[in-house]
Structure formats: C-alpha cells, structure tokens
T-cell receptor, first 110, second 112 residues
Framework: RKEVEQDPGPFNVPEGATVAFNCTYS??????FFWYRQDCRKEPKLLMS???SGNEDGRFTAQLNRASQYISLLIRDSKLSDSATYLC???????????FGKGTRLSVIA | EADIYQTPRYLVIGTGKKITLECSQT?????MYWYQQDPGMELHLIHY???????EKGDLSSESTVSRIRTEHFPLTLESARPSHTSQYLC???????????FGQGTRLTVV
C-alpha cells in the first residue's frame, strides 16, 4: 500500500463548482498534514496545513480524520486560476521528512 | 516568496559528464532536502540533511551524492551523468523535519 494515496483525476469542473479531493495515508503515527499546489512545470507551494479540528482559508476547507487516516480538501466557487495539481502531504511519524502523494489534477473550465 | 534558489534552471549535458546542481537558502533552515520528480509523477525524496555535516539517503535510491558544509548550501552531484538521470530535481528546506517545506524552482536535467 502506498504511503499517501490520492485519486489522480483529472477533475474537470466548470467555474463556480465545488470540488472535493480525498487522500488516505498509511502510517497512523503521522503527525503533519498539508495540501500543496503544483502548477504545470513549477515547484510545489503550500496551500494550507491541515489541523485535527479542520480549518478553512477563504474558499478552501481541509479536514482530517485520524481514525480513518483520511484527509480532504474542499474548494468552493472554483476559479480558472485554481487549475493545478493538488498534492496531499504527510510525514511518516514524529520528526521525519514529508511524503508527497502523486497529486490530483484539477482543470476548471470557463 | 521562498528564499531558496537553484541553479541552473535547465541543464542539457552529455553522458559521462560530472554535474553539480546548486541549492541555496537564506532562511536559516537546518533541514534541507532533494526530491526527484519525473513529468506527471510524484516527488521522491532522494537525500536530506538535518544540518551542517549531516546527510541522509531518502526513499528513492539515487546515484547522486550531496554535501552540507554550510547551513545555507546543499549541492547535489552526479559523478557520471546517464540518460536515466534525466528528470527534474527539486531542492527544499524547512525549519523542522516534518514542517512546511519551501521549494526552489527546480533544475530540469536532460542527459543526452
């Protein structure tokens, strides 16, 4: 089983749509959780950290379910500029480097 | 914008040449990383460092080597480049080992 698994997509959605991405991780000792965004041929950039209580940043909402080892990202009112690959990122346990999922590609269409 | 820089951005080189990919950060981060990413594929950790004089191998076996003589500098070297080394190499740094990682713009390496 891969350490971080994501639906690869692509997700093709119209502007204004709500889209949800899911991610599962294999190591129950993981402590850090993030969503990164990677544009085509660019470096990954942090979108948001994911906290146990869930957190929101504008149109973006992240949720963590430790019992199910599941992370989600919800994007409301999709914009053309949201088109990118969204990477689910965790660390294995304690103080260890981050492990990146393969990413879910999103295309927002006018 | 993250203060982490990679040079060169693009490199096309012949088989058998020795190459060094440079990575520098001005954030004072102790932790630094090298990831390798093929087009459309996930990032694979190939090397990381806890701090000066520390280097560790990552998850993906790599023929490259790294050094960490100064906090701000984490170069990656390939002694003899081969076409199988063609990929994008991304350098990153973070304040803590499991914390937010800041990436450089990457080096696209093509070995012909």
């Amino acid at each position: 089983r891969k350490e971080v698994e994501q639906d690869p997509g692509p997700f093709n959605v119209p502007e204004g749509a709500t889209v949800a991405f899911n991610c599962t991780y294999s190591n129950s000792a993981s402590q850090s959780f993030f969503w990164y965004r990677q544009d085509c041929r660019k470096e990954p950039k942090l979108l948001m950290s994911v906290y146990s209580s869930g957190n929101e940043d504008g149109r973006f909402t992240a949720q963590l379910n430790r019992a199910s080892q599941y992370i989600s990202l919800l994007i409301r009112d999709s914009k053309l500029s949201d088109s990118a690959t969204y990477l689910c990122v965790v660390n294995r346990m304690g103080n260890t480097p981050l492990v990146f999922g393969k990413g879910t590609r999103l295309s927002v269409i006018a | 914008e993250a203060d982490i820089y990679q040079t060169p951005r693009y490199l096309v080189i012949g088989t058998g040449k020795k190459i060094t990919l440079e990575c520098s950060q001005t954030m004072g981060h102790d932790k630094m990383y090298w990831y390798q990413q093929d087009p459309g594929m996930e990032l694979h950790l190939i090397h990381y460092s806890y701090g000066v004089n520390s280097t560790e191998k990552g998850d993906l076996s790599s023929e490259s080597t790294v050094s960490r003589i100064r906090t701000e500098h984490f170069p990656l070297t390939l002694e003899s480049a081969r076409p199988s080394h063609t990929s994008q190499y991304l350098c990153a740094s973070s304040e803590t080992l499991g914390g937010e990682a800041f990436f450089g713009q990457g080096t696209r390496l093509t070995v012909v």
